[in-house]
């Protein structure tokens, strides 16, 4: 079956240490890969997309993601977490091509320590 | 600033009731897609509309439908509801086309009791 794992439901950092979210898919082709973030009671805020060239895609508020085709990963990672990245992130896919008929994964809620 | 809105923010229905949840998309966008997302899940697709025609649709009975009106506002309509449609019901908007990026509301929460 198709699918999104996001393998970490919860994770703790410390303010200011490295930050990476897994993130694995299970397609036969390449999907359209996205990053979210939840805040509490807000929407979802689109933090990064990848679509193809680059495997190393930049985002807003410092984050970053790497596509790597062998492993079917698109992790999330940010060198130093700032307090105000407290929140839920998911994982997305797109198969159709528009990016617009997302399928999810179950997140992994995010605790940064001061 | 995403410019999605959408109401009410909070609503309480009974088993077997209906309800109908409102979009407002951002403007100039012309598809419109629901979302259900259940406590403590990632969200589900339920269908997207462009050009007020149904385009895709998730693993949703028919007593999930919706609307899309030429002003490309959106409504979600749940007939005969469960208990397990409990969730946060979030629109997102998007023009259509590749590598589009949609934008979510906050999303409308619905507890049926």
């Known amino acids: 079956a198709q699918s999104v794992t996001q393998p970490d439901i919860h994770i703790t950092v410390s303010e200011g240490a490295s930050l990476e979210l897994r993130c694995n898919y299970s397609?036969?082709?390449?999907?359209?890969l996205f990053w979210y973030v939840q805040s509490p009671g807000q929407g979802l805020q689109l933090l990064l997309k990848?679509?193809?060239?680059?495997?190393l895609v930049q985002g807003i508020k410092g984050f970053e993601a790497e596509f790597k085709r062998s492993q079917s990963s698109f992790n999330l990672r940010k060198p130093s977490v700032h307090w105000s990245d407290a929140a839920e992130y998911f994982c997305?896919?797109?198969?159709?091509?528009?990016?617009?008929?997302?399928?999810f994964g179950t997140g992994t809620q995010l605790k940064v320590e001061l | 600033e995403t410019g999605v809105t959408q109401s009410p923010t909070h609503l309480i229905k009974t088993r077997g009731q209906q309800v109908t949840l409102r979009c407002s998309s951002q403007?100039?966008?012309?598809?419109v897609s629901w979302y259900q997302q259940a406590l403590g899940q990632g969200p589900q697709f339920i269908f997207q509309?462009?050009?007020?025609?149904?385009?895709g649709r998730g693993n949703f009975p028919p007593r999930f439908s919706g609307l899309q009106f030429p002003n490309y506002s959106s409504e979600l309509n749940v007939n005969a509801l469960e208990l397990d449609d409990s969730a946060l019901y979030l629109c997102?908007?998007?023009?259509?086309?590749?590598?589009?990026?949609?934008?979510f509301g906050p999303g409308t929460r619905l507890l049926v009791l």
């Open positions: 997102a908007s998007s023009l259509v086309g590749s590598q589009e990026t949609q934008y």
């Open positions: 397609y036969g082709a390449t999907p359209y």
């Open positions: 990848y679509f193809s060239g680059d495997t």
């Open positions: 997305a896919v797109d198969l159709t091509g528009g990016g617009n008929k997302l399928t």
């Open positions: 403007s100039g966008h012309n598809t």
């Open positions: 509309y462009y050009r007020e025609e149904e385009n």
